[in-house]
């Protein structure tokens, strides 16, 4: 059985910072491209980072990058993302994601729809 459980959202203040932590279990974690996403009530979830197979292939989203930092430790099974000088509008559910993918293809696993596995998401609060 596929898990995925997200962990270290809280309430901080506007410039202050966040690190979460996804922990996966049931699949080969090395070989699944993993992906932190973000939803607002009413809103689409949508992309903050993706970090592919090898070391090297991270993306992100225009809205978090040189913000935050998205990494794994292959052999604790966990993801990671580091969130620096958070604003208001960075307040919002986040979730990990997995998907298989091969070094080819991580750039096209964008949206929400591309990914098989999910968490249930971490709560993000940033007050200005």
């Known amino acids: 059985q596929v898990q995925l459980a997200e962990s270290g959202g809280g309430s901080v203040h506007a410039g202050g910072s966040l690190k979460l932590s996804c922990v996966v279990s049931?699949?080969?974690?090395?070989?699944?491209?993993l992906g932190w996403f973000r939803q607002v009530p009413g809103m689409e979830r949508e992309l903050g980072a993706i970090a592919g197979i090898d070391d090297d292939s991270i993306t992100y989203a225009d809205s978090v990058k040189g913000r935050f930092t998205i990494s794994k430790d292959n052999s604790r099974n966990t993801l990671f993302l580091q969130m620096n000088d958070l604003t208001p509008a960075d307040s919002a559910m986040y979730y990990c994601a997995a998907e298989s993918c091969s070094p080819l293809n991580f750039r096209t696993l964008l949206n929400r729809d591309d990914y098989t596995f999910w968490g249930q998401g971490t709560q993000v609060t940033v007050s200005s």
């Open positions: 049931g699949l080969p974690f090395a070989d699944y491209c």
